[in-house]
């Protein structure tokens, strides 16, 4: 079983920065997917970005063409934690954001389908 735990969720205006974090525990997420989500109201879940493990402590970062650029996703194996930088925050970019981890490192990692566990969410708001 693996718990996740995201936050650094809040308000903010156009063109302003966020950092979300997504504490893990029940076993190390060193050697899994990890992706983000992100739903807004109304809407599907959507992709947002991956980190892939590549072995070793080599990663490499998927991203939804909305947000690169613009988002970069980041491990600490220490703490167990997956980040996800947010800049230049645009209000389209306002939704609950998930956390989720993909225990076999499916073939699509854009897919919900292939993550086993999620988070709660953390709510990111961006007014104009």
């Known amino acids: 079983q693996v718990q996740l735990v995201e936050s650094g969720g809040g308000s903010v205006q156009t063109g302003a920065s966020l950092t979300l974090s997504c504490a893990a525990s029940?076993?190390?997420?060193?050697?899994?997917?990890m992706g983000w989500f992100r739903q807004a109201p109304g809407k599907e879940r959507e992709f947002v970005a991956a980190s892939n493990w590549r072995g070793g402590v080599a990663y490499t970062g998927a991203y939804a063409d909305a947000v690169k650029g613009r988002f970069t996703i980041s491990r600490h194996n220490a703490e167990n934690t997956v980040y996800l930088e947010m800049n230049d925050l645009k209000p389209e970019d306002t939704a609950v954001y998930y956390c989720?981890?993909?225990?076999?490192?499916?073939?699509?990692?854009?897919?919900?389908?292939?993550?086993?566990?999620w988070g709660q969410g953390t709510q990111v708001t961006v007014s104009s």
């Open positions: 029940g076993r190390s997420v060193r050697t899994y997917r």
């Open positions: 989720a981890a993909d225990l076999r490192s499916g073939s699509d990692y854009s897919s919900r389908a292939e993550y086993d566990y």
